[in-house]
Every structure is written in C-alpha cells, then in structure tokens.
Nanobody, 119 residues
Framework: QVQLVESGGGLVQPGGSLRLSCAASGSIGRINVMGWYRQAPGTQRELVAEITSVGITNYPNAVKGRFTISRDDAKNTMYLQMNSLKPEDTAAYYC?????????????WGQGTQVTVSS
C-alpha cells in the first residue's frame, strides 16, 4: 500500500507560479514511477509530468519548459514547480505512484488539489 497526499494548490494569476507537493508513505521502496496528472471538468485526466526512480523525467508539450517535476527521497516527497501559468492550466491536479513490475505495476492516486489560474 502507498498513501499519497497532495498540497499546494490554489488561485494564481496568469503568468504566476505555484509549487505542488505530494507526500508519500507506505511501501515507498516499491515505487518505480511517480507522476502528476490533471483533470479539468468535462475532460479526461492527462499526464502533466512523470519521474522515474532514477530521475528520468517526461513532460507533454503543453507544459514542457514551464513545469518541473522533482523528488526529495529523504522527505518522501515529489514536487511540481509550475511557472508561467495559463488559464488553461486550471484543473484538479493528482499525483500517482506506480509500483515496479515485480509488485504488479499497481497504481495509487492522491485525492487531488485544485489549481485555478485566473485574473
């Protein structure tokens, strides 16, 4: 079992910045990949950023160059630094942890944190 708790969401003006945090607990050593996803009303959940256990990162074009994913293993926490925010970044943001193949590649999700970009 892995438990994930997001924090750091809120209201920000266009062009502003926010940093989201995802605190992990439980069977952390079994995690292979962690990621941030977002979902706006009426849309499908989409990948925002992901990072592997060895630090390889991946971003979709929509956020590349604006968002940075990182992890602090000493604090069991993953971060998403979001800069140059746009109204279209408004969504509920979720963190996800995926266990390694040996552990069945099981996925765990946090409860989400709302990000609203508006003037």
């Amino acid at each position: 079992q892995v438990q994930l708790v997001e924090s750091g969401g809120g209201l920000v003006q266009p062009g502003g910045s926010l940093r989201l945090s995802c605190a992990a607990s439980g069977s952390i050593g079994r995690i292979n990949v962690m990621g941030w996803y977002r979902q706006a009303p009426g849309t499908q959940r989409e990948l925002v950023a992901e990072i592997t256990s060895v630090g390889i990162t991946n971003y979709p074009n929509a956020v590349k160059g604006r968002f940075t994913i990182s992890r602090d293993d000493a604090k069991n926490t993953m971060y998403l630094q979001m800069n140059s925010l746009k109204p279209e970044d408004t969504a509920a943001y979720y963190c996800k942890a995926k266990l390694g193949i040996f552990y069945g590649s099981r996925e765990y999700w946090g409860q989400g944190t709302q990000v609203t970009v508006s003037s």
